[in-house]
């Protein structure tokens, strides 16, 4: 992915966003006679104007330095919004020789910067987007410089990313909505632009602007797992995961109370939890952020505790971490020793998806939970090529499906063989459309299995090869195996 902006800041999310917005709009605005702007005016003459004016635009959206109505009236320096304008037509064209003079002007120069907020604040520019993508731009690559320490002459650069964040609720909704996506998303060196630095501010943001807590929250996402950096804010962060803040805020907290204090953190989220049993996007974020964040054998604790079924993707991300497959196996082992905990060993099976196939497919056969063994062939087949052994197991387990030992429903071989569709070839794929026709035939199966099946298969095969199975249509009024 191209930088944006300025050497070393990449921006992993949101970002082909705004090149894409940039390249969609990167030809040259169509002007008043006599304006001058950056399509017309090379940018070296741009980079020249160093002294700011008290000239005010009074004309929303204009392309140029032209005036604005008195209601939107600002100072502005003479060819800013120019440079604004440039900013985001080299973005668009790749030109990033370009893209980094004109923005090491504008960022050098808090007066500079103080003026984009104000164009923004003001709507000065509001219709002009070439000049508001450039100002949002100029903003993200200044933060990116300065959050952490520095500035150039004049200029305190955490300072100003703090001002910047607290003048955030004055923009227009786009206009914050897209600089939080840039800020949030954006990295240097490896590390958030947005860190413990203006971690207090944006908790303030939180909580002065609720509807809106969310959105803020957003800009949390990168917060460093560096205890060292989240010390000076343990209060805070403490205070904050006991409020009712938004799920993106708590689960942003959490992660950071999880690097700072493992033991605490994953305390207070049982705390959190019990005290709020009905809701499940905070049980999702809590979730997220224990498999994601705890040390495995807290985390394993923890979402063995909540034993929610539909916290399985969060197992999954658990599974993911070389360091917690180890404890995943030992817990599920010790519980199939003592024929415990069924539903436990269920979501620790969901937790196994880096085991090789046949420890996953041996599960499937023998764990004594009907929705352990379910689950196991889901586990299986959800991200890989089980190929035809893979399928025949399944069809064996089918076969037995009256055995609550060791049977597989309707369900659950459904589910399962159209997974091996979307990720075998050849004869896997081929005997998993047979599996799913006999199914699909079966009267003895349910007639939503039947339908299920039938829905699954018909787009990969030619139409006359199901023809017998158009009375499960739910059009035909076909009862058959109900």
Same mark, same amino acid.
Request: aromatic share 2%; charged share 25%.
């Given at each position: 992915?191209?930088?944006? %902006?300025?050497?070393?800041?990449?921006?992993?999310?949101?970002?082909? %966003?705004?090149?894409?917005?940039?390249?969609?709009?990167?030809?040259?605005?169509?002007?008043?006679? &006599?304006?001058? !702007?950056?399509?017309?005016? +090379?940018?070296?003459?741009?980079?020249?104007?160093?002294?700011?004016?008290?000239?005010?635009?009074?004309?929303?959206?204009?392309?140029?330095?032209?005036?604005?109505?008195?209601?939107?009236?600002?100072?502005?320096?003479?060819?800013?919004?120019?440079?604004?304008?440039?900013?985001?037509?080299?973005?668009?064209?790749?030109?990033?020789?370009?893209?980094?003079?004109?923005?090491?002007?504008?960022?050098?120069?808090?007066?500079?910067?103080? &003026?984009?907020?104000?164009?923004?604040?003001?709507? %000065?520019?509001?219709?002009?987007?070439?000049?508001?993508?450039?100002?949002? *731009?100029?903003?993200?690559?200044?933060?990116?410089?300065?959050?952490?320490?520095?500035?150039?002459? &004049?200029?305190?650069? +955490?300072?100003?990313?703090?001002?910047?964040?607290?003048?955030?609720?004055?923009?227009?909704?786009?206009?914050?909505?897209?600089?939080?996506?840039?800020?949030?998303?954006?990295?240097? #060196?490896?590390?958030?632009?947005?860190?413990?630095?203006?971690?207090?501010?944006?908790?303030?943001?939180?909580?002065?602007?609720?509807?809106?807590? %969310?959105?803020?929250?957003?800009?949390?996402?990168?917060? +460093?797992?560096?205890?060292?950096?989240?010390?000076?804010?343990?209060? !805070?962060?403490?205070?904050?995961?006991?409020?009712?803040?938004?799920?993106?805020?708590?689960?942003?907290?959490?992660?950071?109370?999880?690097?700072?204090?493992?033991?605490?953190? !994953?305390?207070?989220?049982?705390?959190?939890?019990?005290?709020? +049993?009905?809701?499940?996007?905070?049980?999702?974020?809590?979730?997220?952020?224990?498999?994601?964040?705890?040390?495995?054998?807290?985390?394993?604790? #923890?979402?063995?505790?909540?034993?929610?079924?539909?916290?399985?993707?969060?197992?999954?991300?658990?599974?993911?971490?070389?360091?917690?497959? *180890?404890?995943?196996?030992?817990?599920?082992?010790?519980?199939?020793?003592?024929?415990?905990?069924?539903?436990?060993?269920?979501?620790?099976?969901? #937790?196994?998806?880096?085991?090789?196939?046949?420890?996953?497919?041996?599960?499937?056969?023998?764990?004594?939970?009907?929705?352990?063994?379910?689950?196991?062939?889901?586990?299986?087949?959800?991200?890989?090529?089980?190929?035809?052994?893979?399928?025949?197991?399944?069809?064996?387990?089918?076969?037995?499906?009256?055995?609550?030992?060791?049977?597989? &429903?309707?369900?659950?071989?459904?589910?399962?063989?159209?997974?091996?569709?979307?990720?075998?070839?050849?004869? *896997?794929?081929?005997?998993?459309?047979?599996?799913?026709?006999?199914?699909?035939?079966?009267?003895?199966? *349910?007639?939503?299995?039947?339908?299920?099946?039938?829905?699954?298969?018909?787009?990969?095969?030619?139409?006359?090869?199901?023809?017998?199975?158009?009375?499960?249509?739910?059009? !035909?009024?076909?009862?058959?195996?109900?």
């Amino acid at each position: 992915m191209r930088k944006l %902006a300025v050497a070393g800041l990449v921006c992993l999310l949101g970002a082909c %966003a705004l090149v894409r917005l940039v390249r969609n709009d990167s030809r040259p605005a169509a002007t008043p006679d &006599g304006i001058r !702007t950056a399509g017309s005016t +090379p940018y070296a003459e741009l980079l020249a104007a160093n002294q700011p004016s008290s000239r005010t635009v009074d004309r929303a959206g204009a392309s140029g330095s032209e005036g604005l109505d008195a209601q939107h009236a600002v100072a502005l320096e003479p060819g800013l919004i120019e440079m604004l304008e440039a900013v985001a037509r080299a973005e668009g064209r790749g030109n990033d020789r370009e893209l980094e003079e004109l923005l090491t002007a504008l960022v050098g120069r808090i007066d500079r910067l103080r &003026g984009i907020l104000d164009l923004l604040e003001s709507g %000065a520019i509001a219709e002009n987007h070439l000049a508001r993508r450039g100002g949002v *731009a100029t903003l993200v690559s200044a933060a990116a410089r300065w959050s952490r320490g520095g500035g150039p002459p &004049g200029l305190d650069g +955490p300072a100003f990313v703090t001002e910047m964040l607290q003048r955030l609720p004055r923009q227009s909704a786009d206009d914050r909505a897209l600089l939080i996506a840039f800020l949030s998303g954006s990295e240097v #060196a490896n590390s958030a632009v947005i860190g413990a630095n203006q971690l207090e501010v944006v908790l303030a943001l939180c909580q002065d602007f609720p509807e809106d807590a %969310a959105l803020y929250a957003q800009l949390l996402a990168g917060l +460093p797992a560096d205890p060292a950096a989240l010390e000076p804010h343990r209060a !805070t962060l403490l205070a904050a995961l006991e409020g009712d803040g938004p799920p993106a805020l708590t689960g942003a907290v959490l992660r950071a109370l999880l690097a700072l204090d493992p033991s605490a953190a !994953t305390d207070a989220a049982k705390d959190l939890l019990r005290s709020r +049993p009905d809701d499940p996007a905070l049980r999702g974020v809590v979730a997220e952020a224990l498999a994601g964040s705890a040390q495995p054998e807290r985390a394993v604790d #923890a979402l063995l505790e909540m034993k929610d079924p539909t916290q399985l993707m969060a197992f999954d991300a658990l599974g993911s971490r070389p360091e917690a497959r *180890a404890v995943v196996r030992e817990r599920y082992n010790a519980l199939l020793a003592a024929n415990l905990d069924g539903r436990g060993r269920r979501v620790l099976v969901a #937790a196994m998806g880096h085991e090789e196939t046949p420890v996953l497919l041996g599960i499937a056969t023998t764990d004594p939970s009907l929705d352990v063994r379910q689950q196991a062939f889901l586990t299986a087949t959800v991200t890989r090529d089980v190929g035809l052994e893979g399928v025949q197991a399944l069809r064996d387990a089918y076969a037995r499906r009256a055995d609550p030992r060791n049977g597989l &429903g309707a369900f659950g071989a459904v589910a399962s063989a159209s997974n091996v569709l979307i990720h075998a070839s050849g004869p *896997a794929r081929d005997e998993a459309l047979r599996f799913l026709g006999d199914i699909a035939r079966d009267p003895g199966a *349910a007639l939503p299995y039947r339908r299920m099946a039938l829905q699954k298969m018909r787009p990969h095969v030619p139409p006359g090869s199901i023809a017998d199975l158009t009375g499960l249509d739910p059009d !035909t009024g076909d009862q058959a195996g109900k």
